[in-house]
Nanobody, 127 residues
């Protein structure tokens, strides 16, 4: 159906920056049904949590409070890609970051509304 592949991530010192990318591929029928893309993260021993989301037109973005002003989500609908620029990283941003796609309105979609998920990419922020 739809495959999502993340890239980027790695190890960075606190205060540093990292970009993440996610590319969607697969059956065009399912890709055209996607209304929005999101980023989630999961730290060891914790539940997967929402980070940011964007619709394909790019006129709606949503962020969890802890990343507002530090992270920026953007997308390229023509290339079926979504990006997450992470600045002023903190040790508590350390987690596996997952790209996800939803056929629902991303402005109101919950985690369970996301139909497709990437494998995740690790982000580690050292103090």
């Amino acid at each position: 159906q739809v495959q999502l592949v993340e890239s980027g991530g790695g190890l960075v010192q606190a205060g540093g920056s990292l970009p993440l990318s996610c590319a969607a591929s697969g059956d065009t029928v399912f890709i055209t049904r996607i209304r929005g893309m999101g980023w989630f993260r999961q730290a060891p021993g914790k539940e997967r949590e929402f980070v940011a989301a964007i619709n394909w037109s790019g006129d709606m973005t949503l962020y969890t409070n802890s990343v507002k002003g530090r992270f920026t989500i953007s997308g390229d609908a023509a290339k079926h890609m979504v990006f997450l620029q992470m600045n002023t990283l903190r040790p508590d941003d350390t987690a596996a970051y997952f790209c996800a796609a939803t056929q629902e309105d991303p402005a109101i979609a919950t985690r369970s509304d996301y139909d497709y998920w990437g494998q995740g990419t690790q982000v580690t922020v050292s103090a």
